[in-house]
């Protein structure tokens, strides 16, 4: 699997105007979180979050 390409996997909700989009990994982790294997005590850090960041 390639790691460096983004590909978005669109997720249809029963809500007409609602479409959760999420890239390879994150959809694997919302996979495990649905189906309870999760590891505990697993947090974040701010390199993982691939947002930009606005103060206001």
Do not use: W
Not at 3 to 21: D, G, W
Not at 28 to 53: C, M, Q, R, W
């Amino acid at each position: 699997m390639m790691k460096n390409k983004k590909r978005r996997i669109p997720l249809h909700t029963k809500q007409k105007n609602l479409t959760l989009v999420f890239n390879g990994e994150e959809f694997t982790k919302l996979k495990a979180l649905v189906n309870g294997v999760t590891k505990k005590d697993e947090f974040l850090s701010l390199l993982d979050i691939d947002y930009p960041l606005h103060l206001n």
